[in-house]
């Protein structure tokens, strides 16, 4: 039997309600499913363990996961520790020396859910956005000088590599072919930003005439967050930077339902290190401990670390019990107008994952 380890990285505030509802369910379907199993690690690093150590996670916390087959992560923030310092500590300090360089979040409106864009249909939003990962507007590039004096000045510097971001379009208009429609359309803002994005519209017309059955569009960002509103169903893959494809993809969770939907996953395409999946929300402060965390972001994530082991009838087996619970309004969330409870959540989709016959 297939045996797949798991790095199980909850994090901080509601991070480990949902990650421990994920793994629940990642267990039910390997039992369901009878062909795999998986071993699954706990690591403990995030907020908590900041208080302790005075680091997010140890030293040689890279070392410990390196091998495993795949990253399961909560959240990194936590209320009396600024968001920087949690994030740079954890998140970024795992995304980034992985070279995990695809963020790739699909959007879709799942049955039972309403999107607040009045008129659209359950198929007429299905996105995914591609976020360059490993560069660009969050490389760490700047510095300030002048501290506490009116002298203070402070630097954020934008990287981009022609390697980076050839490789972020190449994926893009790869998985832009695989879907149906392939239809891609390249996010910039180079009508301001007026050298690295320019070089973004080169690079993205240069590859472009690999994938000649692939139709391709550019957007300024701006002009982008209406379309989102305005024509979602003129929509179908996106790449974008790293700070663009993090706010459009906030509001593409938004537009499907809720931030409590939607996945992520953190690729490395070529498998050098193991890629993580994550729910794109956060630590969610203000609900944190009180069991009414919404989980299907977690299981949706899920899904996608299925498919990237390569176990598709377990992912299509999790997606379909997925949208077989959210069209049941009983186990609905306080996010999405509802009074389920995560563990009521869970518990009927393991039910479904039990249930079915695929
Ligand atoms: P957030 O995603 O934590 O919460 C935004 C809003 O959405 C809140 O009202 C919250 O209750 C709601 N929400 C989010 N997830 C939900 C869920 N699963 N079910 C129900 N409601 C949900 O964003 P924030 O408030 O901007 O950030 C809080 C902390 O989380 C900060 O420290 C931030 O840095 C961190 N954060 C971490 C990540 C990450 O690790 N990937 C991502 C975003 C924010
Ligand atoms: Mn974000």
Redesign the pocket.
């Known amino acids: 039997m297939k045996a797949y380890k798991i790095a199980a990285i909850p ?5 480990t309600e ?1 990650i421990s509802a994920g793994v629940e369910v990642l267990q039910a379907l390997a039992s369901r499913d009878g062909s795999f199993e998986f071993k699954v690690d706990q690591f403990d690093w995030g907020g908590e363990y900041y208080k302790r150590h005075g680091r997010m996670m140890p030293e040689n916390g890279r070392d410990l996961i390196k091998k495993h087959d795949a990253i399961l ?7 009396e ?1 600024p ?1 920087h310092i ?2 740079w500590g ?2 970024l300090a795992i995304c980034q020396p992985f070279d995990q360089y695809a963020n790739v979040r699909p959007t879709r409106v799942l049955p039972g859910i309403t999107s607040p864009l009045r008129h659209v249909k359950d198929k007429e939003l299905d996105w995914v956005i591609v976020r360059e990962n490993s560069e660009g507007e969050y490389s760490g590039v700047g510095g300030r000088v002048h501290q506490g004096s009116p002298l203070e000045a402070a630097t954020d510097v934008s990287m981009f590599t022609r390697a980076g971001v050839e490789r972020i379009i190449r994926f893009a208009f790869k998985l832009a072919q695989a879907r149906p429609r392939k239809l891609l359309t390249v996010v910039t803002k180079s009508n301001a930003q007026r050298h690295a994005m320019v070089m973004w519209d080169e690079i993205a017309a240069e590859i472009a005439r690999e994938f000649p059955d692939v139709t391709w569009d550019k957007m300024l960002v701006d002009a982008m967050t209406m379309r989102m509103v305005m024509k979602p169903q003129s929509i179908d893959t996106v790449v974008a930077t790293n700070l663009h494809a993090d706010i459009l993809s906030d509001l593409a969770a938004a537009l499907a339902g ?4 939607a996945p ?1 996953a953190n690729l490395n395409p070529e498998r050098a290190f193991p890629s993580m999946f ?10 944190m401990g009180k069991g ?7 299981f949706w994530s899920a899904v996608m670390l299925l498919e990237h082991l390569g176990e598709k009838p377990a992912a299509d087996r999790l997606m379909t019990a997925i949208e077989k619970v959210t069209a049941d309004p009983r186990f609905h ?3 999405l107008g509802g009074t389920a409870r995560t563990t009521d959540v869970t518990a009927a989709v393991i039910d479904a994952i039990h249930g079915s016959n695929r």
């Open positions: 994090g901080d505030g509601i991070g949902v992560f909560g959240s990194a923030g936590h209320p520790i968001d949690t994030l954890l998140r809720s931030l409590g939907i992520t994550e729910p794109i929300h956060g630590s969610a402060f203000d609900i009414i965390a919404n989980p299907i972001g977690t969330t306080p996010d």
